[in-house]
C-alpha cells in the first residue's frame, strides 16, 4: 500500500505512475535555500580582496539569490499541485510550463536591469558570456515546454528535475564574474607593486 506522504521514493517494481520523486524535489529545494545563503557570503569576498564593487556585480548577486529560490520554490510546486488532486504526470506538465516561463521571466528582468547599468555608465558582462547564459536559459525553457506538452520521451519528473538542476548551472555562473574580478584586482595590485620596487 503507497502512504499518501509525498516525499517517499516509490520502491523498485511499484511505481504505479502516481508516485512522486518527493525526497528528490524537497533535497532540491534545500539546495536551493543553501545555495541563496552562500550566495550572501560572495558579497563579502570582493570586500576581503580590496576588490571595488561593480554595478555587474548586483546583478550577478541578483541572479545567484533569484535562480536559487526559483528552484526552492518550484521544487515544491509539483508536490503542492498533487495535493490538489492532479496526477503526477499532470503535476509535472504544469510545473514545467511554469518553470520555463519562470526562466524567460526572470532572464527578461535581468538584461533590463544589465541595460539600465549600461546606460548609469556601469561595465557589462562581456557578450559572448551574456550569449551563452541566454542561450543555455532558453534552451532550457524549450525543454520544459516541450515536456509540459508531453513531447520528450521517458517521463515528464525526470525532464522537470533535469530543469531544475539546470537552475544552479545558472545560479553558479555569476560565480564566474566575482573571480574574474578578483583576479584582475589582484594582478592590478602586482603591477603596482612592481612598479613601486623598480
Given at each position: 500500500?503507497?502512504?499518501t ?49 561593480r ?50 521571466v ?83 595590485a602586482?603591477?603596482q ?6
Amino acid at each position: 500500500m503507497h502512504s499518501t506522504a509525498l516525499v517517499n521514493w516509490p520502491l523498485e517494481g511499484e511505481h504505479n505512475g502516481d508516485d512522486m520523486p518527493g525526497e528528490l524535489l524537497t533535497t532540491i529545494a534545500e539546495c536551493g535555500i543553501g545555495f541563496a545563503g552562500f550566495s550572501a557570503l560572495v558579497v563579502i569576498i570582493p570586500q576581503l580582496a580590496g576588490t571595488p564593487w561593480r554595478g555587474q556585480m548586483a546583478t550577478g548577486l541578483w541572479l545567484m539569490v533569484s535562480w536559487s529560490l526559483t528552484a526552492f520554490v518550484f521544487s515544491l510546486l509539483p508536490l503542492v499541485v498533487r495535493e490538489f488532486g492532479a496526477s503526477e504526470s499532470e503535476a509535472f506538465a504544469i510545473s514545467s510550463g511554469s518553470l520555463g516561463i519562470a526562466i524567460i521571466v526572470q532572464g527578461v528582468l535581468a538584461g533590463s536591469r544589465d541595460r539600465k547599468l549600461a546606460r548609469a555608465g556601469a561595465a557589462r558582462p562581456a557578450e559572448r558570456r551574456i550569449v551563452v547564459a541566454a542561450g543555455f536559459a532558453i534552451s532550457v525553457s524549450l525543454m520544459l515546454f516541450l515536456n509540459s506538452a508531453g513531447v520528450l520521451p521517458g517521463s515528464r519528473s525526470g525532464w522537470y528535475l533535469a530543469g531544475l538542476l539546470s537552475l544552479f548551472v545558472l545560479a553558479a555562473a555569476p560565480l564566474s564574474l566575482f573571480l574574474e574580478q578578483l583576479d584582475a584586482n589582484r594582478d592590478r595590485a602586482t603591477v603596482q607593486d612592481d612598479e613601486a620596487d623598480d
